[in-house]
């Protein structure tokens, strides 16, 4: 490591809590899909700030907006009336069949507010008892105290952080008789998410998804999505629930949603929004003037540039070459899964010195459970550097063959 990676590390280690197993990189600058280090080496970045800039980095039509709302206005709280607010969510919900929203700061407090609502909604509004919250094995709702509660993930996220707040279940993925076991007069709601990122890329069977919502329908709880990941054309459509052709009562976004800036967004029906009135939740940032600014000029983008069509294509084109590679290498390599440009390469064995000489040759993406290479590219990368990295996995898994 050079010189300037090390001061760094040396400082951080001085002022930061120490929360994260950093890689061994320190970034500058970014742009479009590309990152610079300390040192001005290039990578192609295949993670976008784990599926945030879904745009690429430093896009200029969210630079420009962002200088120019700043000027006008930047923080006056939801005690007031906020033009931008309003015009981003007639827009996000253009997108969707919901009918409100309530903005937030990101996915964690997105999914903290659908609990809350699922919650209220069944008190007060279905004067019914209920508050119990069921999810699935693997999946990853955030780092609250409700959602980590809420994520279905053994070890570090929840070790030593007991006693977890009551009210959660978590029943087997994919399993519609361990859900229909666990559903009862007490549930308030089933949240799910339609590919779980952090569980390493799996998508939810298309049968099972329709199952969850039929019975949630027939036991009068309330089907709720964790888009946090897999939302803003992540997946090759809008949502990723459209294309299981689900209508969630509640779902929930935040990452890509302003493309770097702290925004999340909590989407609901009509009936189901009555749960919340003036007081019953709140914050004192979600929506201000220039995330909102931004989020907007996001969401117009997407639809303008058909950034879903471009990650179904891009998404397809990447499947087709990771596939090849496994059909080459079916000693390295157990499956290929995904959605659009949300990939899993699952390795057959753990993957650290895989992961480790990508990064030596130029490609930053992440290894899930020690053996999944998850790719969360951004969705305006070229295919060039897709197949860049296909060739350079090839490569590195030959080599290491050769090696065995």
């Not at 997105?110 to 008190?123: D, H």
């Not at 990295?389 to 490569?395: E, I, P, Q, R, V």
């Amino acid at each position: 490591m050079s010189c300037k990676y090390d001061a760094l590390v040396a400082r951080e280690k001085k002022v930061l809590c120490q929360t994260y197993g950093r890689y061994p990189l320190a970034i500058e600058k970014a742009q479009g899909a590309r990152m610079v280090d300390v040192d001005g080496k290039e990578y192609v970045d295949l993670l976008a700030g784990i599926a945030v800039a879904n745009l690429g980095h430093s896009h200029p039509e969210l630079l420009e907006v962002m200088a120019e709302q700043a000027k006008e206005l930047l923080h006056v709280s939801n005690l007031f009336y906020q033009p931008r607010q309003v015009q981003l969510a007639e827009l996000l919900l253009t997108t969707c069949a919901c009918d409100r929203v309530f903005f937030c700061n990101s996915g964690a407090e997105a999914n903290e507010a659908a609990i809350k609502l699922a919650r209220r909604y069944m008190r007060t509004v279905r004067y019914k008892d209920a508050g119990e919250i069921i999810t699935l094995s693997g999946s990853f709702h955030g780092r609250t105290l409700a959602t980590l509660t809420a994520t279905g993930q053994a070890g570090r996220i929840k070790e030593g952080f007991e006693p977890l707040p009551a009210g959660f279940t978590t029943v087997p993925f994919g399993d519609i008789e361990a859900l229909r076991a666990a559903v009862t007069q007490k549930t308030a709601a089933v949240l799910m998410e339609m590919v779980q990122g952090e569980g390493g890329v799996l998508p939810l069977p298309e049968a099972y998804a329709h199952q969850v919502q039929e019975l949630c329908r027939e036991a009068g709880c309330l089907l709720m999505v964790d888009e946090v990941q897999t939302g803003l054309c992540r997946t090759g459509k809008f949502w990723a629930h459209q294309h299981y052709g689900l209508t969630p009562d509640v779902f929930t976004t935040s990452k890509a949603l302003a493309n770097g800036l702290p925004m999340g967004a909590m989407l609901a029906k009509e009936h189901v929004a009555k749960g919340f009135v003036p007081g019953a939740h709140a914050t004192t940032f979600g929506g201000g003037g220039v995330l909102s600014a931004v989020a907007a000029k996001v969401i117009e983008i997407m639809l303008r540039d058909d950034m879903a069509g471009r990650a179904r294509n891009l998404g397809q084109l990447a499947m087709d070459a990771f596939r090849a590679l496994q059909a080459k290498h079916p000693q390295r390599i157990s499956t290929v899964r995904g959605l659009g440009l949300m990939i899993g390469i699952e390795l057959a064995a753990p993957g650290e010195k895989i992961h480790a000489e990508l990064r030596q040759r130029g490609f930053v993406c992440n290894l899930a459970h020690g053996k999944v290479l998850r790719l969360l590219p951004p969705l305006t990368i070229g295919a060039e550097d897709l197949l860049a990295f296909a060739a350079a996995l090839d490569d590195i898994l030959g080599t290491d063959e050769a090696k065995s």
